[in-house]
């Protein structure tokens, strides 16, 4: 059982270049999310996707644009990287929206961008 | 909107030695309370939950919480950590309302564990 898988699991780009995250689930959850992780900053929401078909922003979702796929697979695309987004991303699945449900994490991308 | 509190950056405890990491909430009604683990290189893995009944919850790996409305605290207890314990640990509060996720995670507390 997989459970999420995220790929790549390491990214180097270069200022003004674009590039997708890959996620997805096996465990037919019915949300997916994105997040990032700083030094001393915790886990910040990026966007969600509460069902299939549905997105929404979270706290930190400047600069960066989701799809959901189907119900198996979420992708996190940076247009235009910039420096800040220097980051791991962490993608995660529930088995439904809202605040009582645990998430279930996969492994992280580590993106650094010049 | 809720938001959580881990006061304690980093701590360093020996192995056998009991272990507390502390955890602050704050929120209008009764939360949604985890707390997650992340080794290194890997995502967070959830020990324990707490929604409602017992106050003291039992998880994985020998972890135990307790929550206090009174002290508005969810700490993380284990009476004998082991050094495979030493990682970084969340707690995360979740909220009632709406369809969205609203769980919010606290910066962490990186446990360092000697030999």
């Known amino acids: 059982n997989a459970g999420v898988t995220q790929t790549p699991k390491f990214q180097v780009l270069k200022t003004g270049q674009s590039m997708t995250l890959q996620c997805a689930q096996d465990m037919n959850h019915n949300s997916m999310y994105w997040y990032r992780q700083d030094p001393g900053m915790g886990l910040r929401l990026i966007y969600y996707s509460a069902s299939e078909g549905t997105t929404d922003k979270g706290e930190v979702p400047n600069g960066y644009n989701v799809s959901r796929l189907n119900k198996r697979e979420f992708s996190l695309r940076l247009e235009s990287a910039a420096p800040s987004q220097t980051s791991v991303y962490f993608c995660?699945?529930?088995?439904?929206?809202?605040?009582?449900?645990?998430?279930?994490f996969g492994n992280g991308t580590r993106l650094t961008v010049t | 909107a809720q938001s959580v509190t881990q006061p304690d950056i980093h701590i360093t405890v020996s192995e056998g030695a009991s272990l507390e990491l502390r955890c602050n909430y704050s929120?209008?009604?009764?939360?949604?309370l985890f707390w997650y683990v992340q080794s290194p290189g890997q995502g967070l893995q959830l020990l324990l939950k707490?929604?409602?009944?017992?106050?003291l919850v039992q998880g994985i790996k020998g972890f135990e919480a307790e929550f206090k409305r009174s002290q508005s605290s969810f700490n993380l207890r284990k009476p004998s950590v082991h050094w495979s314990d030493a990682a970084e640990y969340f707690c995360a509060v979740g909220a009632h309302t709406g369809t969205a996720s609203k769980l919010t995670f606290g910066t962490g507390t990186r446990l360092q564990v000697t030999l």
């Open positions: 995660a699945s529930s088995e439904a929206p809202g605040g009582k449900s645990p998430l279930h």
């Open positions: 929120y209008g009604a009764t939360p949604y």
């Open positions: 707490y929604f409602s009944g017992d106050t």
